[in-house]
């Protein structure tokens, strides 16, 4: 089975985030087909979580939760990270989910990277 291009794979999420009640967009927009794509979760309390696609050893897509590493969930760090990030990589979207729970709203496996 292919993968889903990124622009309806991030139309998908954004979807799922507004009918649970919570607001999410793109802040940038990469490639439409391939792109690799960053979901940051503003919980509105300056704190935020990012996570970033892998591949788990089975070759399954995973989220990796970046937050959970020394990027911290200072929500000023983790768009300073953002920011580098989409300095190199014009492909990157970038899709942001405000909502004050947390929710990420991802439908694979998110892994903290720990152990």
């Known amino acids: 089975m292919s993968e889903l291009k990124t622009d309806f794979w991030a139309s998908a ?3 799922r985030a507004s009918i ?46 970046l937050s959970a590493g020394t990027l911290g969930d200072v929500e000023a760090e983790v ?11 014009p492909d990157l979207w970038v899709i942001e989910i405000e909502d004050k729970h947390g929710r990420h709203f991802l439908e694979e496996r998110v892994d903290s990277g720990a152990g």
């Not at 490639?31 to 979580?49: C, E, N, P, Y």
């Open 79 to 89: 768009d300073a990270y953002v920011r580098k990030r989409s300095g190199t990589d």
């Open 20 to 65: 649970a009640g919570a607001f999410a967009g793109v802040t940038q927009k990469g490639d439409t087909d391939a792109g690799a794509v960053l979901v940051k979760v503003a919980s509105l309390d300056g704190k935020a979580r990012l996570y970033a696609p892998a591949r788990d050893g089975e070759g399954e897509r995973i989220w990796l939760d």
């Open 13 to 15: 999420l954004i979807r």
